[in-house]
């Protein structure tokens, strides 16, 4: 059964950076492609970025182009998001996705307030 389990949310203050990370089990990682989504509050889930499984080939919304950074991990089938200059708008859930599956996790909730 394939699983995405996201962790690293938290509250920050404006400017603030963290770290989130997405665990794969049971996917077949290294030929995977991964993306990031997140839900602010009363908004619709949006796609933020993707890395494919070439690690250096990755997509960027224009929301995400120059704050955030997606990498991977095969060896510990991670996927991570690293994100700098946080504002408020960018509090929401963000979730993993394998791309092109049906397969989510629940997300992790970050709140970027003073």
């Known amino acids: 059964q394939e699983q995405l389990v996201e962790s690293g949310g938290g509250s920050v203050q404006p400017g603030g950076s963290l770290r989130l990370s997405c665990v794969a089990a049971?996917?077949?990682?290294?030929?995977?492609?991964f993306q990031w989504y997140r839900q602010a509050p009363g908004k619709e889930r949006e796609h933020v970025d993707t890395?494919?499984?070439?690690?250096?080939?990755?997509e960027y919304s224009d929301s995400a182009k120059r704050r955030f950074t997606i990498s991977r991990d095969n060896h510990k089938n991670t996927v991570y998001r690293q994100m700098t200059n946080l504002n408020p708008e960018d509090t929401a859930v963000y979730y993993c996705h394998r791309m092109s599956h049906r397969t989510w996790g629940e997300g992790t909730g970050l709140l970027v307030s003073s």
């Open positions: 049971g996917i077949p990682f290294s030929g995977a492609a």
């Open positions: 890395i494919y499984s070439n690690h250096t080939l990755t």
